[in-house]
């Protein structure tokens, strides 16, 4: 695989110390989804994983081999602090998953959007739950539709939007959560109860093996059509993702540790090496 890294990110990697870099060239860049910008869904990582993957080859006056795993968390801690990565792991399995926000992503996976068209969120973006018309949109409503909720093709689309941006438990694969997106918008359930629905499934799955999720998730679904779905254990999953953000914002506000000086040269020199490998070469 090439990768060109760009400007953004060789600003962002400029002075950090030598593990930091390898781990994000070498380990991190090199296998992230082009399509998304995240690493961690195909294929699944571990910091094992990571490790192995930023590991030095010995030579004379150099100690190779690969970081523990505490250093490369503290690499990793750096790296999100210099905004190359943003921690998006999975509370219920553990699952590593990091966004690369400076990262360029595929332009032929993605396609390119139209004049005049907003391009729609990225993966990382934050669920929206504005119910409120954009303005100039008054001609178009309905007499009678109440001003604030809109228009219930309105609506759908707005909760259609957030679908793609809830929250799922990694034990949930994409086929399993394309069949619930589409009972949830063929029932037109609200954002907030989709994401209820969400992490009750979670919750179900971490007390114990759910064979037929998609049916389990159904069934609340109607439920939720009906008005008569009480979410029983989402709070639980809720709390542990609050207490993981919280964890993440504690990492993230620590003062990094102070870099080895040697360290930091060598990063430095290995910089300017692969401005000039990478000059010029063509995306993946």
């Known amino acids: 695989m ?31 989804d082009y399509t998304t910008g995240y690493l961690g869904d195909r294929p699944r990582v571990s910091w094992q994983a990571l490790r192995e993957w930023a590991y030095i080859e010995p ?3 150099i100690r190779g081999g690969s970081p523990s795993k505490a250093a490369t968390r503290r690499a ?21 998953r990091m966004f690369l926000p400076l990262a360029d992503r595929s332009t032929a996976s993605l396609g390119r959007s139209k004049a005049g068209t907003k391009p729609a969120p990225l993966a990382d973006t934050p669920v929206q739950r504005e119910n409120t018309p954009k303005a100039g949109m008054g001609e178009n409503t309905k ?25 799922w438990s990694t034990s949930i694969n994409e086929t399993e959560r394309s069949a619930i997106e589409k009972q949830l918008k063929q029932h037109n359930i609200d954002g907030d109860t989709a994401q209820q629905i969400a992490d009750e499934v979670a919750g179900a799955i971490q007390l114990k093996p759910v064979s037929n999720k998609v049916g389990y998730a159904r069934a609340l679904i109607t439920k939720a059509a009906a008005g008569e779905f009480t979410p029983e254990k989402a709070h639980a999953i809720e ?26 040269e060598k990063g430095r020199a290995f910089m300017e090496k692969l401005k000039i490998n990478l000059k010029g070469r063509p995306t993946a």
């Open 76 to 96: 990793a801690d750096q790296l999100e602090k210099a905004g190359l990565i943003r921690y998006h792991s999975s509370i219920a399995n553990a699952q590593l």
């Open 239 to 264: 709390r542990q993702r609050a207490a993981h953000r919280q964890h993440a914002d504690a990492i993230a506000t620590a003062p990094a540790p102070i870099a080895n000086p040697i360290d930091r």
């Open 2 to 32: 090439t990768i060109k890294l760009n400007d953004a990110e060789l600003a962002a990697l400029t002075g950090l110390p030598y593990l930091p870099f390898v781990l994000y060239v070498a380990a991190i860049r090199t296998r992230m």
């Open 59 to 61: 030579a004379r006056g």
């Open 143 to 167: 007499a009678g539709t109440h001003p604030v909720s809109g228009s219930t093709n309105e609506r759908t689309h707005n909760n259609e939007r957030l679908y793609t941006s809830l929250l």
